[in-house]
């Protein structure tokens, strides 16, 4: 696709989806929003700004709509009862209209200004994915050990490096629509890294800042999730 009539009279053109799942953060979400706002605003005239709210236990959802229902860049989003974050993903993936779609989560822990980095890269590079790679040192030990299992396994089984595939992250639109995917937990991720790249397209990563928020409880690293995980992926091998 052309955009402008050249790259850098085009970075004001590049059309971009931001889809962010919440769920309960009303400490860090609103000011992750407003600041992922701004910086959008400096690369690009035409964006959204997706927000689907998991039906939160908080006071996240009424401070959305006070400061979010209004504007015009804006979609809430706000589950009636808690679908999981990789359902919740999904959802957003398809309400997203722009050919960028970059996945953010604004729980304190990611930079927004990576969002810049990961969509300059996608463009530039004719990138289809652009997965940004975090500095695992930040991890526990047994955070370590998931997240190894997580993006090794695909390697051995499927010959794909995933890289980080639970990361931020930019897809092309057209892949969520070309590529489906089966797997119900959050290991649709990995399955559409892995699939993508068998049917040729770009993968390719970024290094982007990552620390985590030690104030809030964690959730990505409990024992069900990993096993629905794991039950996706034999699934997937068996189909392949």
């Known amino acids: 696709m052309v955009i402008g009539k050249n790259r850098e009279n085009a970075r004001f053109n590049i059309p971009v989806s931001l889809v962010v799942p919440v769920y309960s953060g009303e400490l860090v979400v609103i000011n992750q929003l407003k600041l992922c706002e701004k910086i959008l605003s400096t690369f690009t005239k035409k964006y959204e700004i997706l927000v689907a709210d998991d039906n939160s236990m908080d006071n996240t959802s009424n401070l959305l709509k006070k400061n979010f229902i209004d504007k015009k860049n804006f979609k809430l989003i706000f589950n009636r009862t808690n679908i999981g974050i990789a359902r919740n993903i999904k959802k957003l993936y398809s309400l997203a209209k722009y050919e960028y779609i970059c996945l953010y989560s604004a729980d304190g822990d990611w930079n927004p200004y ?124 068996l189909r392949i």
């Open 114 to 237: 990576d969002i810049k980095k990961l969509v300059i890269h996608s463009y530039k590079n004719n990138s289809d994915i652009v997965i940004g790679k975090r500095n695992k040192r930040v991890y526990s030990p047994y955070r370590r050990v998931i997240s190894f299992y997580y993006n090794f396994l695909p390697k051995l089984l499927f010959h794909v490096d995933t890289i980080d595939a639970g990361s931020i992250k930019v897809i092309r639109r057209e892949l969520i629509y070309y590529i489906p995917t089966i797997s119900k937990s959050v290991f649709f991720e990995a399955e559409l890294i892995i699939k993508a790249k068998n049917k040729g397209y770009v993968i390719s990563s970024i290094p982007i800042k990552f620390k985590r928020n030690r104030g809030k409880k964690r959730k990505g690293g409990k024992i069900k999730l990993v096993i629905t995980s794991l039950i996706d992926l034999i699934n997937l091998r």
